[in-house]
Each structure stands twice: as structure tokens, then as C-alpha cells.
């Protein structure tokens, strides 16, 4: 079995839960409120610039040029999204609702900056994974149960499309080749990793369902 295989078996009750989440069954019926969506794409906008400098960072270390050029156009995509996203839907979001990272969305990206910066490659492209592919899957899942005339259908597009099944695709190349050239205790971290990082993916949409404060 592929290394990322056993990762997405071994997590996938977190996956179970994702799919289960009022956030993504409401963004799949198009009932989900315009608050909670807003919330979620502010969010996502500094997630996307954060998670730009932690693929960068991450690209840095990779020991052959393919692969860096590889994680330095995910990095120039994720910056491209995070454009799109500030002129498509900033503007429509109320002034006083911006007010920086949730906890947990701050969570998320300060560990993967800080995986990124001081853990061994290994392990920072174990931990960037979860982002792809959960929303691949995520996505697919999303486009196969919608409603018509979704409201969110930009969004869900976005992450269905043929584009990203192929970002996707060499995310999952570039970690298995990296697995098969790690020692068993490498390996034990990447898991430890993408864990991590796939219970931060949950904390996402649900720290948006709702709508978290930080409480002081
Ligand atoms: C919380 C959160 N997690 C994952 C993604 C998806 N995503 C963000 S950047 C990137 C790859 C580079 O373009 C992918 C797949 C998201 N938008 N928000």
C-alpha cells in the first residue's frame, strides 16, 4: 500500500466527520448562511497567504530543483487564490467582522509556519497534505450531493475542477517519494503530522460554523 494511502485510512474518521459537519452539509444544500460563509472566506484568505509562505519555506528544503519548482507554484497559486478571493467576495464583507485570525484559524497556520521553518522536510510536506487533499476530496464529495442553483457553486467549483485533481495528484507523488526514502521514525512523524494537520482541516469549518470569537 502507498504511504499516503495508509494516511488517508487511518484518519479517515476525522474525514467521516468533515463530511458530517453543518458547515459542509449547509455549503452542499446552499442553505448555509452568508455570515458563516464570509467568516469562512475572510478566514481563508489569511489562511491562503500563511499557507503560501509555509509551502514556500517548505519548497526551500527540497533537495531537487523539480520538486522545488513544484512547491514554489503552489506557493504562487495559493497567493493567486487569495487575490481572487479578496476581489470576488472582500469588499461585500462588513469592515468590522475583519478583525485577523480566529483561534483556531491562527492555530493552523502558526503550526504549519513553525513545521515548516524548523521540522525536516519530511515532515513539513507530511503536514502541508491534508490542505490538498481533504479538499479535493471534500470537493468532489460536494459537487456529487449539491443542490441546483447552489449560491456557493464558485466556491465548490474551485475544488472539483480538473486543475487541482492534478495539484493534488503530484502533492500525493511528491510525499510518497519522500516516505519511500525516510526511515521508519521519519515516517512515524509524517503521520504524526498530517494527524495534526487533518484535525486542524475540522477546526476550520467548524471555528467558522460558529463563527469563533477569541474570548478576550
Ligand atoms: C483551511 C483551508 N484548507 C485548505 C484549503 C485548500 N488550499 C489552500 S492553498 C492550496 C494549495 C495551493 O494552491 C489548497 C489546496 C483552503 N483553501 N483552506
Not at 464583507?93 to 492555530?107: C, H, I, N, R, T
Not at 521540522?119 to 471534500?138: E, G, T
Request: charged content about 20%; hydrophobic content about 40%.
Amino acid at each position: 500500500m502507498k504511504f499516503t494511502e495508509s494516511l488517508w485510512q487511518e484518519n479517515a474518521d476525522i474525514y467521516e466527520k468533515i463530511l458530517k459537519h453543518p458547515f459542509i452539509l449547509e455549503l452542499a444544500s446552499g442553505s448555509l448562511s452568508i455570515d458563516r460563509f464570509s467568516f469562512y472566506i475572510y478566514q481563508d484568505s489569511l489562511y491562503l497567504n500563511e499557507f503560501a509562505t509555509a509551502l514556500a519555506v517548505t519548497g526551500t528544503k527540497a533537495p531537487v530543483s523539480k520538486d522545488k519548482l513544484t512547491f514554489l507554484s503552489f506557493a504562487q497559486n495559493a497567493l493567486l487564490v487569495e487575490g481572487l478571493l479578496h476581489e470576488n467576495y472582500m469588499d461585500s464583507l462588513p469592515k468590522q467582522d475583519q478583525k485577523g485570525a480566529s483561534p483556531s484559524a491562527l492555530a493552523y497556520t502558526q503550526y504549519l509556519l513553525a513545521t515548516s521553518s524548523l521540522k525536516p522536510y519530511a515532515v513539513s510536506a507530511a503536514a502541508l497534505l491534508p490542505c490538498f487533499w481533504i479538499y479535493k476530496r471534500v470537493g468532489d464529495h460536494i459537487l456529487a450531493h449539491q443542490a441546483a442553483n447552489n449560491p456557493y457553486q464558485n466556491w465548490i467549483n474551485t475544488y472539483a475542477g480538473e486543475e487541482f485533481a492534478q495539484s493534488v495528484s503530484q502533492m500525493l507523488a511528491l510525499v510518497d517519494g519522500i516516505a519511500a526514502q525516510s526511515t521508519v521514525a521519519e515516517r512515524d512523524s509524517m503521520r504524526q503530522a498530517y494527524r495534526k494537520a487533518t484535525q486542524y482541516e475540522y477546526m476550520f469549518w467548524d471555528s467558522a460554523y460558529h463563527l469563533e470569537k477569541w474570548p478576550v
